[in-house]
């Protein structure tokens, strides 16, 4: 590695305020909702209280969503989430490429980060994907679970509570996958823990030819 | 004299104002009609011998005191609904001939009892086994009293208690051959035969309604009254062991309101236990998502080797 080493500082504070609260939140949530979804009766603590901490949970990462939606409102840091059609499918197929071939192989990152590009491709497509689609959903259905009268009733031959439920397990369920991937992927750095040391103090470190 | 005749008037105004809001059934043994039909004999003037006169009651004529003055219709009293005539005894024999006001004569597109869906419950009572079986004769009243109903899943908030109140209705029938042979003519069958497959019928039959495994659930009716026919009653443990589904989807809508009724605040709202089965319930999602969680920590597992072989 002969090349100079540069930081910017990426990740403002309310970001990681926001960052570390949906981690615990989230973390919290996937625990007690596999203990529900899991063992009749005798789970890790009491049904009861795993509800409750399940609901409060929910309640808090769904009030923590709305600073990150806010927040990217008003910043800048929104310009990262913004797609180009122009390759749609091709930058993210040659991120890939780097992470399953590429980067075993000397090739050099295609994406290198700057300024300008906070997140490869990949990252983009999941990060959009889990906070304005699987994110959105799990608040919405678990809105709907705790006031069922606001459901609709049923579809076709379907009850309504049911589709919440399903949606909302499987939502969580994504959303799981996406942190174990989320983590893995983040451990690919200059070190492996040195994008998490960045998510805490705000600076990234990058490579510069 | 004008003073003490206005204060009998007082008074005579006081105690009937009282009584068109209160209980008529208070001291049944004063009542024109539960003198004899809270009682297990009942006495009357024989006018033809001269002589006072006392039987025993039929049984099945003797109206439970305590839940009249709970029903919900406690506000009534009987001659509003049977005849007048009825004050007068031996019954003149006419009488069994009067038609009876049903539940829909009085509730049907009524709107202030519109929460109830009277309309609904009707459709879907017209659907169920019994009403297929038997038509008009059987009544929405051969479970529902007139006399003591009460709305308990809506108001209870104990579970066991709904629990009761709820197979009581139908084992008031389904337990006692009279009652039974009524309707059908036949033999009814032996409820513990007939659920012999049930391991501890006793504590399900504590803990489950009939209808939670009799019914088709309709999410927007707060007790399904579509009563199938045997074959397609519940009967996979599953549907209700596999997960913690504490409760079917009927019911879960009811105790969140029910909950949220008696704390509205955040925290209460928050605090609420219920629970509906989610996704693992669909088996072939339980298996896609396996397979995907699988497929991703194999990927991160082999991508982890590389990166070690390759020191990345
Ligand atoms: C313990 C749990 C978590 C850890 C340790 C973690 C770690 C990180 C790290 C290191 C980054 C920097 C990105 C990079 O350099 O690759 C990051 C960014 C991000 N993470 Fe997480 N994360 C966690 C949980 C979550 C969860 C549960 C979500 C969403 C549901 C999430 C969503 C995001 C997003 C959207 C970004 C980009 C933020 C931005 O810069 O706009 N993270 N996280």
Redesign the interface.
């Known amino acids: 590695m002969n090349s100079t080493e540069d930081k910017i500082y990426f990740y403002p504070v309310w970001l990681r305020i926001w960052h570390g609260i949906n981690a615990l939140g989230i973390i919290l949530l996937i625990v007690t909702g596999i203990t ?6 005798k ?1 890790l603590i009491e ?2 209280l795993n ?2 901490l399940h ?2 949970a929910g ?1 808090i990462v769904s009030l923590n969503y709305l600073v990150f939606l806010l927040g990217n409102l008003v910043t800048s840091n929104k310009k990262f989430y913004i797609v180009k059609p122009r390759n749609f499918l091709k930058r993210p197929m040659k991120q890939a490429y780097y ?2 071939w590429g ?2 192989h000397g090739m050099q990152t295609p994406y290198p980060l700057s300024e300008k590009r906070k997140f490869n491709p990949l990252q983009k497509y999941a990060y959009i994907m889990v906070m304005y689609f699987a994110v959105p959903l799990v608040i919405v259905s678990g809105i709907g ?5 606001l ?1 609709f ?2 579809v076709y031959d379907i ?4 589709i919440t ?2 949606t ?3 939502m969580g ?1 994504f959303i799981s ?1 996406f942190l ?2 989320h983590l ?1 992927v983040a451990s ?1 750095g200059k070190s492996p823990l040195d994008n998490f040391r960045s998510i805490v103090n705000g600076w990234h470190h990058i490579t510069k030819k | 004299m004008k003073v003490s005749l206005s204060i009998l008037l007082f008074f005579l105004c006081l105690s009937s104002s009282v009584r068109t809001q209160a209980q008529y059934y208070d001291t049944p043994k004063e009542h024109d009609c539960l003198k004899c039909h809270s009682q297990q004999t009942y006495s009357f003037h024989n006018e033809l011998m001269g002589t006072d006169d006392k039987k025993l009651m039929n049984p099945y004529y003797i109206i439970d005191t305590l839940g009249l003055r709970e029903g919900v219709h406690k506000q009534f009293d009987c001659t509003d609904c049977h005849s007048y005539d009825y004050t007068t005894y031996p019954h003149n024999a006419n009488l069994k001939l009067e038609p009876l006001a049903t539940c829909l004569d009085c509730h049907g597109g009524d709107e202030s009892f519109a929460s109830y869906q009277f309309d609904k419950i009707q459709e879907e009572f017209q659907k169920s086994v019994h009403y297929q079986a038997y038509g008009d004769n059987f009544t929405c009243a051969k479970c529902h009293s007139q006399h003591t109903y009460t709305a308990t899943a809506r108001n209870s908030n104990s579970i066991l208690e709904i629990v009761d109140y709820s197979n009581k209705m139908c084992l008031s029938c389904h337990n006692d051959m009279r009652r039974y042979g009524l309707v059908s003519g036949q033999e009814n069958p032996a409820l513990i035969d007939v659920h012999s497959w049930l391991p501890n019928q006793e504590l399900h039959f504590k803990h489950v309604r009939c209808i939670e495994c009799h019914t088709a ?4 009716l707060m007790v399904s009254h579509n009563i199938r026919a045997k074959e397609e009653a519940v009967r996979r443990c599953a549907e209700c ?1 596999s ?2 589904s ?1 409760l079917k ?1 009927s019911l ?2 009811y105790q ?2 029910q909950e949220r009724a008696e704390d509205g605040s955040i925290i209460g ?14 088996p072939i ?1 339980r298996t896609i ?1 396996l397979l ?2 699988f497929a ?2 194999g990927g ?1 597992i082999i ?2 080797i ?2 070690i072989i ?1 020191k ?1």
Request: net charge negative.
């Open positions: 529900m979804n899991s063992g009749f009766e789970g049904f009861g509800m409750k609901n409060f309640a992470y399953a980067m075993f679970l705790m006031f069922p009268e459901i009733n049923q009850s309504g509570v049911l439920a399903v909302h397990s499987a369920f996958i174990i991937i893995y690919i | 659930v309709e999410d927007d062991h997960e913690n504490l989807a879960y809508k969140n309101l709202v928050l605090s609420n236990e219920n629970y509906v089965i989610g996704s693992h319930q669909i999602l998502s995907i969680f991703a920590l991160i991508h982890g590389f990166r390759y990345k």
